[in-house]
């Protein structure tokens, strides 16, 4: 699912406190690997899992300890939409105020099926931007 990309959110946001482009890098390619290990803790939430056309699933992950509720400045917000049916697209959008991080892309899948068995590949692109980063 999508959103499991998102929970180790820890190291997504770690990534604009780098200063040099290669330790940067290097802190992507950590939240990146991390997202093809499962890290939930329950499995209460399922969503986006096969939506309509049309329909929008959004959540907000808590970033700091103490804020529970009020303004969004602290908070991950996640958006994901299916663009497109036949093909199966999503379209889906990251951003973090305070940190200046934002990301976008859109994700599909297919699938052949060859005698016995059935192959499925994700296909898509996402653009990860820092805001306001002054490069040196």
């Given at each position: 699912?999508?959103?499991?990309?998102?929970?180790?959110?820890?190291?997504?946001?770690?990534?604009?406190?780098?200063?040099?482009?290669?330790?940067?890098?290097?802190?992507?390619?950590?939240?990146?690997?991390?997202?093809?290990?499962?890290?939930?803790?329950?499995?209460?939430?399922?969503?986006?899992?096969?939506?309509?056309?049309?329909?929008?699933?959004?959540?907000?992950?808590?970033?700091?300890?103490?804020?529970?509720?009020?303004?969004?400045?602290?908070?991950?917000?996640?958006?994901?939409?299916?663009?497109?049916?036949?093909?199966?697209?999503?379209?889906?959008?990251?951003?973090?105020?305070?940190?200046?991080?934002?990301?976008?892309g859109y994700?599909?899948?297919?699938?052949?099926?060859?005698?016995?068995?059935a192959s499925?590949?994700?296909?898509?692109?996402?653009?990860?931007?820092?805001?306001g980063l002054?490069?040196?």
């Amino acid at each position: 699912m999508y959103a499991d990309f998102y929970l180790c959110t820890d190291l997504f946001l770690k990534i604009p406190d780098f200063q040099s482009p290669y330790t940067r890098m290097k802190q992507v390619l950590r939240w990146y690997m991390s997202t093809f290990r499962s890290c939930r803790k329950n499995s209460l939430a399922k969503k986006p899992y096969n939506p309509i056309l049309g329909e929008i699933f959004e959540c907000w992950y808590n970033t700091s300890p103490t804020e529970t509720q009020g303004t969004c400045e602290n908070k991950l917000k996640f958006i994901a939409e299916q663009v497109s049916h036949h093909p199966p697209i999503s379209a889906f959008y990251l951003e973090h105020i305070n940190k200046r991080i934002q990301l976008e892309g859109y994700s599909w899948t297919k699938s052949n099926f060859m005698g016995y068995y059935a192959s499925i590949v994700t296909i898509g692109q996402s653009q990860l931007t820092l805001l306001g980063l002054i490069l040196n």
